[in-house]
């Protein structure tokens, strides 16, 4: 028999790398100003997430809100869904994406360092504090099933262009996430060039405290991200179903 044609995949995944990084780099690259490379590298990592991500999520940076008239602050990066859960609402410029359609969300730094990762943390907690409603949802048994949210936690993290911490990075980084309180909780991340990171994190109810920290090596830390980050919202399956009735509430004349 002939033996199979083999395949380079560590070759594929560095191609793969030298290609985000190129992407990414492209912000710093135009200006040192502050604000234009940040919104820069904001693009660029969207633009590094829409081409890499299955066509059912979707991206926006924008406000996460909630049925009960609650918004998030400002969200760099919002990973959402665009099939069972898809209101979006855009005014003008600005992107409100309904917390129930909401897989992740990402702030996005130009250095993984303590200040960058408490800002992220208070974004993402900003998010989680909203109020998420969950519908049932009919199946071909003639049973109507309703998502259990507390297994399924609202992804946070950071993207940052670097690290300020000395590589590897793990000691630091592990004494910070382990006092984060549970809707600060951190679950993953990438310094470009530095390496990047996911965790185990103990369930919503039981107070979401840090299990396990896992690094990569510093020279694949955008592929390793990309395959956590595919790997988490594998795990997470499909986002409840949104009740649009609770939305539709607020409209109803009193």
Known sequence: MKPLEAFDLPGAFQAREQQLAATLGLGGALTNH???????????????????????????????????????????????DTFYSPLLFKVADATFVPAESVYAVFEVKQALNKAYLDAAA???????RLHRTSA????????????????????????????????????????HLQNQQRDQAIDLGCALGAGAFDTVRQPIRDGRNLVELSVSVPHRSLSYFMMRLLHRLQQLGTVGAIDYEAYATPLEAS
């Open 34 to 80: 502050g604000t234009l490379v940040g919104t820069g590298t904001e693009h660029g990592w969207n633009g590094v997430l829409s081409r890499f991500l299955p066509g059912r999520y979707g991206l926006a940076t924008g406000k996460v809100v909630d049925s009960q008239g609650h918004q998030s602050e400002q969200i760099d990066l919002i990973v959402y």
């Open 122 to 128: 208070a974004k993402v907690q900003s998010v989680r």
């Open 136 to 175: 049932l949802i009919p199946n071909q048994f003639g049973k109507e099933i309703r998502k259990d949210l507390n297994s399924m936690p609202i992804l946070g993290g950071i993207l940052a262009s670097g690290s300020d911490w000395a590589v590897p990075f793990e000691d630091a980084l592990r004494k």
